[in-house]
């Protein structure tokens, strides 16, 4: 399920965010930039109490171009839009049986990547939202690391509040077996949002339930504060 913390390295043929012109600031060393997403990131605190760190790693513009089939129009993607570095994080909950059936959320992730300016960003997150459905269902079900997930569907565009400076919302549905066989239907809400230079998605994942919609809007305006402090 960590796939759609990466959608932005995917691509599906289309290009209508390619054309955008970033409008650079004064660009951002990787270090710096590094430095300042560690202290947006949300934390295993922001979660909830227990919630525990699965990892928190940085993702080069190289990286997320490797991982797309067209890898030199990626990185010029990426140097059209200004971007810089993206670090992703992911947290569990202290125990996956006390969050079964329930609007809990069993899994967060969480996103963000810096550009040089807010056109740039902008652009960027314009691209993820015109990705295909088919295409982020495929991503979903491919994915390994333990855990299998099948029957993915995507809903694009749910009802959420707006959030920062440009947001949307998507659903992925589907089952997930995990690597002692269990299995069960989960449900993931995701939150795409800017504010300034900077991109992010927040994702709660409930399993056998919809994530609890409050608790989830609060994790992205925590995101969003963090983001903006910088």
């Not at 949300?42 to 940085?58: C, H, M, Q, W």
Request: glycine share 8%.
């Amino acid at each position: 399920m960590s796939a759609i913390a990466a959608l932005a390295g995917c691509d599906d043929g289309n290009r209508n965010a390619m054309s955008a012109s970033s409008a650079p600031g004064t660009a951002a060393s990787a270090a710096d930039a590094e430095a300042r997403l560690r202290r947006i990131v949300l934390e295993p605190s922001d979660a909830g109490a227990g919630y525990t760190l699965d990892f928190a790693r940085v993702q080069t513009n190289e990286q997320a171009a490797r991982a797309r089939p067209d890898t030199a129009a990626a990185m010029r993607q990426h140097e059209t839009w200004g971007q810089v570095l993206a670090y992703n994080a992911q947290f569990s909950a202290p125990s996956l049986r006390d969050v079964v059936f329930s609007p809990k959320l069993a899994r967060v992730m969480n996103t963000a990547t810096i550009f040089n300016g807010a056109d740039g960003a902008s652009a960027a997150l314009m691209y993820v939202r015109a990705l295909s459905p088919g295409l982020l269902e495929d991503v979903l079900t491919n994915e390994g690391a333990g855990t299998r997930i099948t029957g993915t569907q995507v809903t694009k565009d749910i009802a959420f509040a707006a959030k920062g400076d440009e947001s949307f919302a998507w659903r992925v549905s589907g089952k997930a077996t995990f690597a002692d066989g269990f299995s069960i239907n989960f449900i993931a809400d995701t939150v795409f949002v800017r504010a300034g230079a900077v991109t992010g998605s927040v994702t709660g994942v409930a399993l056998g339930d919809a994530p609890d919609r409050a608790e989830l809007e609060r994790l992205v305006d925590r995101f969003i504060e963090k983001a903006r402090a910088e």
